[in-house]
T-cell receptor
Framework: DAGVIQSPRHEVTEMGQEVTLRCKPI?????LFWYRQTMMRGLELLIY????????DSGMPEDRFSAKMPNASFSTLKIQPSEPRDSAVYFC???FGTGQGSQPQHFGDGTRLSIL | AQTVTQSQPEMSVQEAETVTLSCTYD???????LFWYKQPPSRQMILVIR??????QNATENRFSVNFQKAAKSFSLKISDSQLGDTAMYFC?????????????FGQGTELSVKP
């Protein structure tokens, strides 16, 4: 079975450029999560969607970050304009859950983003 | 707010021996989930084991088992018969039910080295 697919795997770009990270969740999963991993802050949630609707975006650092989920099989995380402090590994994860029950989150391989 | 604490930044163990990684958490919720994820140098996030708070029985997955102490808010991971492939960063994570938010809150991680 295909897992969570993220692209690109690596991205190197210059400060000020727009960056778009992509994620395809596991088919049938109804929740999608974007996490960021840095040495200083560890793993932290940026935003998550349930049934394509953003539920909690309190982790989004600032207005430069935006995320969309136009359909159940695709999501994007965009940074515009990018800054060196945005350099990190960005993970997408998906899971299936309803009400009180929830299955574990399955992670993609991550995108390593370097802003020069 | 929920917090997860892993007090051991680094640990090492000899191949074939047993090692226990510690994790404590803080929450006022009664129903929640706990996880251990493994992140090898390839940076994948791999689910190791899962525990539902309402279950008294400790979860086991082959060589991996947990000691879940709900009253003490403790969730340690025991790895038996350690193998070289177990070398990785291990993250303890807490999750409320989807109805209550559904996002993972991670500890800072424990870097485990298995020595031949």
């Amino acid at each position: 079975d295909a897992g969570v697919i993220q692209s690109p795997r690596h991205e190197v770009t210059e400060m000020g450029q727009e960056v778009t990270l992509r994620c395809k969740p596991i088919s049938g999963h109804n929740s999608l999560f974007w996490y960021r991993q840095t040495m200083m802050r560890g793993l932290e949630l940026l935003i998550y969607f349930n049934n394509n609707v953003p539920i909690d975006d309190s982790g989004m650092p600032e207005d430069r970050f935006s995320a969309k989920m136009p359909n159940a099989s695709f999501s994007t995380l965009k940074i515009q304009p990018s800054e060196p402090r945005d350099s990190a590994v960005y993970f997408c994860a998906s899971s299936f859950g309803t009400g009180q029950g929830s299955q574990p989150q399955h992670f993609g391989d991550g995108t390593r983003l370097s802003i020069l | 707010a929920q917090t997860v604490t892993q007090s051991q930044p680094e640990m090492s163990v000899q191949e074939a021996e047993t090692v226990t990684l510690s994790c404590t958490y803080d929450t006022s919720e009664n129903n929640y989930y706990l996880f251990w994820y493994k992140q090898p140098p390839s940076r994948q996030m791999i689910l190791v084991i899962r525990q539902e708070a309402y279950k008294q029985q400790n979860a086991t997955e082959n060589r991996f088992s947990v000691n879940f102490q709900k009253a003490a808010k403790s969730f340690s991971l025991k790895i038996s018969d350690s193998q070289l492939g177990d070398t990785a960063m291990y993250f303890c994570a807490f999750m409320k039910t989807l109805l209550q938010g559904g996002k993972l809150i991670f500890g800072q991680g424990t870097e485990l080295s298995v020595k031949p």
